[in-house]
């Protein structure tokens, strides 16, 4: 049983930081991709950031110097360190982990094989 365990979300103020984190538990590839999706309200769930197996990362246009997303393969833990947080970054927040290695088709939600629960990010005054 694959399971994705996240935390970090919650309230910040615009320009503020959060750091998410996203722990695998019963994935046993040895490489595989790990992503951050978001989706908000009325809106469809999209890819934010993705981190293939050699560490490479690839980042959405509208988070690109702002988010930085990490992993630890011992730990099959991945992060994203979100800066300069802005309104519009208000979502709930889903981490990712694909059999996959490669990043290329990350932005598609069917990349993802096994998903975390959500956490809520808002970003608000």
């Known amino acids: 049983q694959v399971q994705l365990v996240e935390s970090g979300g919650g309230l910040v103020q615009p320009g503020g930081s959060l750091r998410l984190s996203c722990a695998a538990f019963?994935?046993?590839?040895?490489?595989?991709?790990l992503g951050w999706f978001r989706q908000a309200p009325r809106n469809e769930r999209e890819g934010v950031a993705c981190?293939?197996?050699?560490?490479?990362?690839v980042y959405t246009d509208s988070v690109k110097g702002r988010f930085t997303i990490s992993r630890d393969n011992v730990n099959k833990t991945v992060y994203l360190q979100m800066n300069s947080l802005k309104p519009e970054d208000t979502a709930v927040y889903f981490c990712?982990?694909?059999?996959?290695?490669?990043?290329?088709?990350?932005?598609?939600?069917?990349?993802?094989?096994?998903w975390g629960q959500g956490t809520q990010v808002t970003v608000s005054s």
């Open positions: 981190i293939n197996s050699d560490g490479s990362p």
């Open positions: 019963g994935f046993t590839s040895d490489y595989y991709g």
């Open positions: 990712a982990i694909s059999f996959s290695p490669s990043c290329t088709y990350y932005s598609n939600t069917y990349w993802a094989d096994y």
